[in-house]
């Protein structure tokens, strides 16, 4: 019988309309996955998963069974013809140990093979950065088309450790949010993606939209420097607003290249600031750390 084609929301739910048009049952069937079905934004379904099927073709019954029952017909011929259709014990034994021979083949073969089954199911797949890259370019581009936003993502920089994206179109404002607060929580989703599919190896994600962070970063730093001025000008702490943690990182960067001052962080999360206060670098150095793996 020709291939069908069908479409669902799941794989599964393809094959069972194969089979309706088949009109057999799934052990009778075969299938080819043409395309899973597309997950949107918060796993609203963008494209169905797309299967083809047909009935499994009729095979030829295999060598060895038709071999051992032609000996068996010729044994009851040949013992019929000499003393009225008694069967040979001697020959009837020889035939029982090919069968069974070829029964413990068989066994032996599919143990073999679900054990070679098991290991490809258990194995973890391998991804490469380049695969990496474009599944977080995709999730991005889903996630603007469900938030009706026209613009493009850009894979900016790839390489062992980082994969850095760009989104780039007009008011874009509101992906931004107060502060970057809503880049920022979209960049956490994008590395949530990468790593649910690399795991630790997924290394830094940062997504920018707009040119947003670098505009961002060369002001921070700009006031970083100027609150700095006032410190050692006073010799008294100063306290940022609540930031998030790649830009408490910025601050803390700059600090660490002046003398005569030091910056630390204070505060939980959401509302984490920095302190900038006159004296030793040392702690700027512990902070950094912590700031990096935050």
Known sequence: MDWVETTGRTVEEAKEAALDLLGVDDSEAEFEVLEEAKTGFLGMSKRPARVRGRVLPATPKAKDGRRVRRRKSSIGKDDANSDGGSVSPERLDTSSKSVNGQKERNTVMQEREDDVEQLEETAAPLISRTELAVVAQHFLADLLYELDMLATVSIDHLDDESIDLSITGEQLGSLIGQKGAVIAAVQEL?????????????????????????????????????????????????????????????VHDVVASIDGVGSKSEGEEPNRYVVIFAGSGVEVKEELGAEIGS
């Open 190 to 250: 994008t590395k949530a993606v990468v790593q649910a599919h690399a795991g630790e190896s997924a290394g830094r994600v940062t997504v920018d939209v707009d040119g947003y962070r670098k505009r961002r970063r060369e002001a921070l730093e700009r006031f970083t420097r100027s609150v700095v001025d006032e410190v050692i000008a006073s010799g008294e702490d100063r306290v940022f607003d609540p930031m998030i943690a790649s830009e408490r990182k910025i």
